[in-house]
């Protein structure tokens, strides 16, 4: 690893492998440390060389914990994941680690989703793969939202007004003891006017409502996820 990094140095060949286990003992308390100096050297490296942004993958590991890493040994290269999946993570989640990147990094990360196929996310992940485009969507709304609340422009939780109640009549309710999935969406407009969704995934009826604006409720560009 040494002799690859220019900005690296042995100082310690005191080590002597004397057997099969000792190698084993000793290799699984150096490789977390290698890799995590591997990644530190490689970003300071991209940085001298005058890359403007690192990026990394959700690609068998972890795409933020680099990233971490990342920002304490650079200064001005920008930072970023390509792409982290959204759909496993909740967007509160998301938001959180985002943000305490964006204060490790000094405002430098950009973070970068993707949806995925539905086989690794139902398979990988144990999520449940619907309509990616609209919950893509409402994940980003939603990671603003909390963003916004993070920089005190907003409170989500006391902003907070019910819409009403509304009855999906063609869709029954489940028998006792049945688990069945009902999956609910919401997306509005820039008039207020909601429009509300369900589908039963084990009949695959559905059926959607419209929500109009009035005046009791609050208008659109007030509105949180």
């Given at each position: 690893?040494?002799?690859?990094?220019?900005d690296?140095?042995?100082?310690?060949?005191?080590?002597i492998?004397?057997?099969?286990?000792?190698?084993?003992?000793?290799?699984?308390?150096?490789?977390?440390?290698?890799?995590?100096?591997?990644?530190?050297?490689?970003?300071?490296?991209?940085?001298?060389?005058g890359?403007?942004?690192?990026?990394?993958?959700?690609?068998?590991h972890?795409?933020?914990?680099?990233?971490?890493i990342?920002?304490?040994?650079?200064?001005s290269v920008?930072?970023?994941t390509?792409?982290?999946?959204?759909?496993?993570?909740s967007?509160?989640?998301?938001?959180?680690?985002?943000?305490?990147?964006?204060?490790?990094s000094?405002?430098?990360?950009r973070?970068g989703?993707?949806?995925?196929?539905?086989?690794?996310?139902?398979?990988r992940?144990?999520?449940?793969?619907?309509?990616?485009g609209?919950?893509?969507?409402?994940?980003?709304?939603?990671?603003?939202?909390i963003?916004?609340?993070?920089?005190?422009?907003?409170?989500?939780?006391?902003?907070?007004?019910?819409?009403?109640?509304?009855?999906?009549?063609?869709?029954?309710?489940?028998?006792?003891?049945?688990?069945?999935?009902?999956?609910?969406?919401?997306d509005?407009?820039v008039?207020?006017?909601v429009?509300?969704?369900?589908?039963?995934?084990?009949?695959?009826?559905?059926?959607?409502?419209?929500?109009?604006?009035?005046?009791?409720?609050?208008?659109?560009?007030?509105?949180?996820?």
């Open positions: 690893i040494a002799g690859q990094q220019a690296l140095a042995v100082t310690d060949r005191s080590m492998w004397n057997s099969d286990l000792m190698e084993t003992l000793e290799l699984t308390n150096l490789i977390p440390n290698a890799l995590a100096t591997v990644v530190a050297a490689e970003a300071r490296n991209a940085e001298a060389l890359f403007d942004g690192i990026t990394t993958p959700e690609a068998g972890d795409p933020f914990l680099p990233l971490a990342a920002a304490e040994h650079t200064r920008q930072l970023g390509n792409v982290a999946i959204a759909f496993p993570r967007p509160m989640v998301t938001a959180q680690v985002a943000w305490d990147l964006q204060a490790l000094n405002g430098r990360f973070l989703l993707g949806t995925q196929v539905k086989a690794h996310i139902e398979r992940y144990g999520v449940t793969y619907e309509h990616p609209p919950w893509l969507r409402e994940y980003v709304l939603a990671l603003r939202a963003f916004r609340a993070f920089q005190g422009e907003e409170k989500v939780a006391s902003h907070n007004t019910p819409l009403g109640e509304f009855e999906f009549t063609g869709i029954s309710p489940a028998p006792s003891g049945e688990n069945r999935e009902i999956i609910v969406r919401f509005y407009d008039n207020g006017i429009q509300v969704s369900a589908i039963d995934r084990l009949t695959n009826r559905s059926e959607k409502i419209t929500v109009t604006a009035s005046p009791g409720r609050r208008a659109r560009s007030s509105w949180s996820i």
